[in-house]
């Protein structure tokens, strides 16, 4: 008996459960893969901001998420001292670091030294300040400066720059920066302006009470160059805070909260 082999016809209907079911698996896979993606993404979002960053020169430095122009208590805090204590630190030395002008300045000793300080001359004036003094006062803003540095100069004793004076500032308290407006604070200084002289051997005592209001600026970025001063860094660090002195007004200490 002779078997006739016959071709089957195809039938579009035999693959429709084959793509259904590949279809469904596909979907299924892309649930999973988004299903993972979204588990990673939330654990990412609940790790906390980084603690610490690494600074060009080696150092590193605590940080944490704040808005572009806002500024910690204790960022506001140390600016205010350190560029106080900076201004109305005085002494007949400062300190410097030997450069060669024949090649720009650059650095020919990593030993410092200390020389006299020739002050500052303001001018027409005719008043003087010490270097730090004027270094000091590039943390205040610009219309503000000249009018400071000259009542500075009224205080700074010539006997300074003769090595015959010296002064120091004594904080007795700095509170806590207050918000103003417009990213903008207020912190109250009380602290007392120590003269030593021929004349105060005990020192010549001076207060300092002032309301010092501080606002943000955008921080320097510039790296210091290597052969940079104690004071250039001084200086380079207040500015690095991204903050500036806008006005000071006379503090009534009597009126302060206990």
Known sequence: ????????????????????????GIQALALFLGL???????????KPAPAMVQMLDGRSVSMEPIDHLERTPETIH???????????????KITTVPTDPATTGRLISPTTRQVSDPGVSLGSSGGKVTTSSW???????????????AAVATLTPSEVFAGNAQSVLSFESVSQPKPIDNHTWQVDVVANL???DASHPQGLTVP????VFVEAIEPTTDPLPDNSTPIQQAVY???QSGLQIREMRDLDIQNLNP
């Open 237 to 239: 660090r207040l500015k």
């Open 36 to 46: 993972v993606n979204t588990i990673r993404i939330n654990n990412l979002a609940q």
């Open 208 to 211: 300092f009470n002032k309301s």
């Open 194 to 196: 120590l003269i030593f």
């Open 1 to 24: 008996m002779q078997l006739l082999k016959t071709k089957r016809r195809f039938d579009s209907s035999d693959i429709l459960p084959l793509f259904a079911l590949t279809t469904l």
């Open 135 to 149: 270094q000091a006062s590039f943390a205040l803003k610009e219309d503000f400066r000249s009018k400071f540095l």
């Open 78 to 92: 140390r600016f205010v001292k350190d560029g106080l204590a900076l201004m109305f630190t005085w002494n007949s």
